[in-house]
């Protein structure tokens, strides 16, 4: 069972990466992210102070907001201010982001659970408790989706310190692989891009399966 499952992971993320290269060098995405990128330069090469606040700002919300992505302004932030200041704003910007959905889960959980969040809160709150070892809370920030631990965490009163940890690991490590994912697509680089993507897919795939396959050994003890 366990093959057949792995078997159907690993088509399934090889269909993923095919399918997301494809898209990501048609015309009208090229042209999309062209049209994006130029906006998005020219505002950061105008005004370097307020393209990174608005960079920092759309990327803490993005981390709060399912809806919201801060991917689209990596490639001219790159351009803009290079990969270590775009890592660092777009890291900064998502913990920060983090940081405030678990407070906001901790203080206004009844709020949430008005606003449309209440069955994911639930969902997620099945698999994660106040006594949940760091490592398989670090394993549910990487399987998860961005906004998800911060509301989830914070609302079972999780330990800050050890959710921060987690959360500055599990998201600095896709920062670093969404920066040069970036920097990739601007320089025509198929290979680099599909490479990157992939690992993307596959560390939240297998942390998924790890966390998984390690609370059902813990719930059978």
């Not at 090889?14 to 090229?30: C, D, K, M, N, P």
């Not at 906004?147 to 959360?167: C, D, N, Q, R, T």
């Not at 897919?201 to 297998?206: D, E, K, M, N």
Request: include cysteine; aromatic fraction near 14%.
């Amino acid at each position: 069972m366990w093959k057949k499952r792995s078997i159907l992971l690993l088509v399934g993320l090889l269909a993923l990466v095919v399918g997301i290269f494809l898209i990501s060098y048609s015309e009208t995405f090229r042209s999309l992210i062209d049209s994006i990128t130029v906006w998005a330069k020219d505002l950061m090469a105008a005004n370097p102070l307020l393209g990174a606040l608005v960079f920092f700002l759309f990327s803490m919300f993005s981390a709060m907001l399912a809806f919201a992505s801060s991917a689209a302004l990596v490639p001219p932030a790159n351009l803009v201010f290079g990969k270590f200041i775009t890592f660092l704003l777009l890291w900064g910007g998502w913990l920060s982001g983090a940081l405030l959905a678990y407070q906001i889960g901790r203080l206004a959980r009844p709020l949430l659970m008005r606003l449309g969040y209440k069955e994911k809160i639930e969902k997620y709150q099945e698999y994660v408790g106040r006594r949940t070892k760091f490592w398989m809370v670090l394993l549910f920030c990487f399987a998860v989706p961005s906004e998800i631990p911060g509301y989830v965490l914070g609302g079972i009163h999780y330990s800050f310190w050890k959710f921060v940890i987690a959360m500055a690991v599990s998201e600095g490590i896709y920062a670093v692989l969404i920066v040069l994912a970036g920097e990739s697509l601007l320089s025509d680089n198929p290979v680099t891009l599909i490479v990157i993507i992939g690992a993307l897919i596959l560390i939240g795939a297998v942390a998924g399966v790890l966390f998984r396959k390690f609370r059902k050994r813990r719930s059978r003890k």
